[in-house]
């Protein structure tokens, strides 16, 4: 979260007297507030070994990008070495882009907080909000929908590959210094549905 990001939301966002105003506004003003602001931001992500025990098995890093102004917003995911290892129909050196909206956007009092303290991830799960992104890489494409309710943030999502097909939802968790999201998914060959496998994977941001 760069300077311009802190000092426009807080004076937009401040500057509107009373937190009362928020909430009776049902989201509005915090949304023409939110629609002002550009954005950019990176961070690290991990992804554990699939199968922990297998010592041929290893993890993947890299890092994401987050950047936008206001409700519309670009994802891009590269995972360094990733296409060595894996399937070019899965994933390239391209990485994953998504390109996504957020429909509705409501400031709580723990944004204001997250904000004066330059809390970036508090600021996400302090703010409730609802929208979605298409993703696409390699030879798939998918889309996901997220929502974060002030209590519960996750959502869900499906995947369109050439030879399998993806679906499942997600919960996002804070922890101490990183981001927890637990998936629980099927995968199936296109249209197979009923020969489909589960998968439950954790993954950390």
Not at 25 to 44: E, M, R
Request: with cysteine.
């Amino acid at each position: 979260m760069n300077q311009k990001f802190l000092i426009t939301a807080l004076v937009l966002v401040v500057g509107l007297s009373t937190l009362a105003v928020l909430e009776v506004s049902n989201g509005f003003i915090s949304g023409l507030v939110f629609d002002q602001i550009p954005y950019n931001y990176t961070a690290k992500v991990w992804i554990p070994p699939t199968h922990p025990d297998d010592p041929n098995s290893s993890s993947l890093g890299g890092f994401y990008k987050i950047n936008g102004k206001g409700k519309d917003f670009q994802f891009y995911l590269k995972l360094s070495g990733a296409e060595e290892s894996e399937s070019p129909l899965d994933y390239t050196a391209e990485g994953l882009n998504g390109t996504g909206r957020i429909e509705e956007i409501k400031v709580t009092p723990g944004t204001i907080y997250s904000l004066l303290t330059k809390d970036v991830r508090g600021t996400m799960f302090n703010t409730i909000f609802n929208g979605y992104m298409n993703m696409t890489c390699a030879a798939w494409t998918g889309v996901t929908y997220f929502k974060n309710d002030g209590k519960n943030f996750g959502g869900n999502f499906t995947i369109d590959g050439t030879i399998t097909d993806w679906e499942g939802n997600y919960t996002l968790k804070w922890e101490t210094f990183r981001i927890a999201a637990t998936a629980d998914y099927l995968w199936y060959p296109n249209n197979q549905k009923s020969v489909a496998k589960r998968v439950q994977r954790t993954y950390y941001l």
